[in-house]
């Protein structure tokens, strides 16, 4: 597999994720006439059966989606430096694109920065928890069952996390691009992007307990 059709299948995975979880909240509130529960559901549905189908598709070329999960590859050596600091670029070009396709997609305005405020140790704790599952779900999981595990796993993370679970340093930036339901602003993202790196490395710390 060559590099190009790598990063090619990181950028078009990470933007159609993004665009998959930004309009899902955009249709979901908009059709949820003020049910903020129900339109979590309907987000959390379209994230679920995007990711699954997206990481079955990209998975025989490549399908990180996420930085945190480009990083553990990193530390565990099955990516070079090189790699996965062009997996990182095109990563979070990907996401950014992702969020300005679905602020188009509904005639919104199509560069836009969120000022949706998302700060608070409850919401740090929770992309710590919802990070380092991911990062056990990835790695403890069959590899033919990956795609339904981890699509499964950020779907209930929707819910039983009081962040909803973003997991994902790139898809948090993409969503700064769009001021809508799944939108956060750049500060909130910052802290999120911090923790969700802490999480990851915690979820690789007890992988590799569990593994020894």
């Known amino acids: 597999m060559t590099l190009a059709k790598r990063l090619f299948s990181e950028f078009l995975g990470t933007a159609s994720l993004v665009a998959v979880v930004v309009g899902s909240g955009i249709m979901g509130e908009s059709l949820a006439d003020g049910n903020i529960a129900l339109a979590l559901l309907a987000n959390a549905l379209a994230t679920f059966w995007g990711l699954y189908f997206l990481i079955t598709c990209l998975g025989p070329y490549s399908a990180h989606f996420n930085p945190a999960v480009s990083l553990i590859f990193l530390i565990?050596?099955?990516l070079d430096i090189k790699t996965f600091l062009c997996f990182i670029i095109f990563q979070t070009l990907g996401a950014i694109c992702g969020a300005l396709l679905a602020n188009a997609m509904f005639d919104l305005d199509i560069f836009q920065i969120s000022e949706k405020i998302r700060i608070g140790s409850n919401l740090w704790l929770s992309e710590i928890v919802a990070t380092?599952?991911?990062?056990l779900i990835i790695l403890l999981s069959p590899k033919e069952k990956t795609a339904i595990m981890?699509?499964?796993y950020i779907g209930a993370a929707y819910w039983f996390t009081s962040s909803t679970s973003f997991?994902?340093?790139?898809?948090t930036i993409g969503r700064v691009f769009s001021d809508t339901f799944t939108g956060i602003e750049p500060y909130s993202a910052m802290y999120f992007i911090l923790y969700q790196l802490i999480g990851a490395l915690i979820g690789?710390?007890?992988f590799t307990f569990l593994r020894k």
């Open 76 to 78: 565990k050596k099955d």
């Open 132 to 135: 380092a599952g991911l990062i």
């Open 150 to 152: 981890v699509a499964s």
């Open 167 to 171: 997991a994902n340093p790139a898809v």
């Open 204 to 206: 690789f710390v007890i």
